[in-house]
């Protein structure tokens, strides 16, 4: 296990274009060699961050998901959302898995139209603490 942590690709998340090329802090060859694995963060309705698919106008995310794509420093690992909207919901228990049924059908749609842009999407996360 220790092995596999010290070659592990380190994770990160994007969630908007700012996202840019990493740099080795140090500019040695072996750091330059690594992609960071990044996930995209994805808005399902919470409005805190990610890129917003809750209009189903996914051309903003497919964009960032190609520039992660595209760079020689960083590898999509997937599209994780948060809906913390979840929390304090008029209906209590019943609202809640309102919000957790649209988020989940919202990344769903997302990482279809990721994929169908030719991308590949392996991990799609939701949920909430």
Do not use: M
Request: aromatic fraction near 4%; hydrophobic fraction near 45%.
């Amino acid at each position: 296990a220790a092995a596999d942590a010290a070659t592990a690709a380190p994770l990160a998340g994007a969630d908007g274009p700012a996202t840019k090329r990493r740099r080795p802090a140090d500019g040695s060859a072996r750091e330059a060699l690594r992609r960071l694995s990044v996930f995209v963060a994805i808005d399902c309705g919470y409005g805190r961050e990610g890129v917003d698919v809750t209009r189903e106008n996914y051309s903003p995310l497919v964009s960032l998901a190609r520039a992660v794509q595209r760079s020689p420093w960083l590898s999509l690992a997937g599209l994780y959302s948060h809906s913390g909207n979840a929390y304090n919901t008029p209906s209590g228990r019943a609202g809640a898995t309102e919000v957790a049924l649209l988020e989940a059908q919202r990344a769903g749609k997302a990482a279809t139209a990721v994929r169908a842009a030719g991308i590949p999407v392996a991990v799609v996360s939701v949920g909430s603490t």
